[in-house]
C-alpha cells in the first residue's frame, strides 16, 4: 500500500497568515492527490483534486501543488472558517489511502 | 444534488456482525462508484474500499484490514448501498460514512453524515 505523510501533524496560525501543510507519498503517485478540509462532528470537504485544480465552490486562497512525492496545500490568508483538519488522499493506487491529518488552530 | 445518508450503526459484540446502509438520492445509484471511509474515535480518515458501477463490472476493492470480513453490496433499483460487516473488532469501532467517487477526478465530493459502530463487550 502506498502510505501518505503528513507534515506537521498540528499546527498553530494567526488569521491572515499564510499556511502551507505537505503531503509526502511513499512512492510516486504523479499527481493523483487531493485534499480535504475536515471540522470537528462535519463530514469532509473536497476542496483540490489531481494535485491543483480548485474544486467548485471552493475560494481561492486554497491552492496545491506538487507531483511525484511530494505535495503541498497553501492557504494565501487565514480566515476564521479555516481552522479544521486537512487530510491529503492518494488515488494512484487501485488502494487508495489518506494520510494521517493535519490540525489546524488558532495561536 | 446528491445526497447520502447512513444507517444501521450500533453497538456490537466483538465477533458480532453488521450491515450498514446507504441510501443515496439526487443521482442514480447506478452510475455511481461508490465507498466506504471510516474515522476512528479522535482519528484520521481510513479508505475502506470501494464497489463500482454494474456498468463498470461491478467490482470490489477492500483495504487489508477489513478485506475477508467486510463485503459491499449494491441494490441499484432500490438507490441503496451495504456493508456487511462480519467478525467485528474492537478496532472496528469509528463513524462510517459512504462517498461517491468522482471517477473523473479520483477523488470524493458527495459524502453521507455517516454512523457511528461501537464494537465492545
Known amino acids: 500500500d502506498i502510505q501518505m505523510t503528513q507534515s506537521p501533524s498540528s499546527l498553530s496560525a494567526s488569521i491572515g497568515d499564510r499556511v502551507t501543510i505537505t503531503c509526502r507519498a511513499s512512492?510516486?503517485?504523479?499527481?493523483?492527490l487531493a485534499w480535504y478540509q475536515q471540522k470537528p462532528g462535519k463530514t469532509p470537504r473536497l476542496l483540490i483534486y489531481?494535485?491543483?485544480s480548485l474544486q467548485s465552490g471552493v475560494p481561492s486562497r486554497f491552492s496545491g501543488s506538487g507531483s511525484g512525492t511530494d505535495f503541498t496545500l497553501t492557504i494565501s490568508s487565514l480566515q476564521p472558517e479555516d481552522f479544521a483538519t486537512y487530510y491529503c488522499q492518494q488515488s494512484y493506487s487501485t488502494l487508495y489511502t489518506f494520510g494521517q491529518g493535519t490540525k489546524l488552530d488558532i495561536k | 444534488e446528491g445526497q447520502l445518508v447512513e444507517s444501521g450503526g450500533g453497538l456490537v459484540k466483538p465477533g458480532g456482525s453488521l450491515r450498514l446502509s446507504c441510501v443515496v438520492s439526487g443521482f442514480p445509484l447506478s452510475n455511481g462508484w461508490m465507498s466506504w471511509v471510516r474515522q476512528a474515535p479522535g482519528r484520521g480518515l481510513e479508505w475502506l474500499g470501494r464497489i463500482k458501477s454494474k456498468s463498470d463490472g461491478g467490482t470490489t476493492d477492500y483495504a487489508a484490514p477489513v478485506k475477508g470480513r467486510f463485503s459491499f453490496l449494491r441494490d441499484d433499483s432500490k438507490n441503496t448501498l451495504y456493508l456487511q460487516m462480519n467478525s467485528l473488532k474492537n478496532e472496528d469501532t469509528a463513524v462510517y460514512y459512504c462517498?461517491?467517487?468522482?471517477?473523473?477526478?479520483?477523488?470524493?465530493?458527495?459524502w453521507g453524515r455517516g454512523t457511528m459502530v461501537i464494537v465492545s463487550s
Open positions: 489531481a494535485s491543483s
Open positions: 462517498a461517491e467517487e468522482w471517477v473523473a477526478a479520483k477523488a470524493y465530493e458527495i
Open positions: 512512492q510516486s503517485i504523479s499527481t493523483f
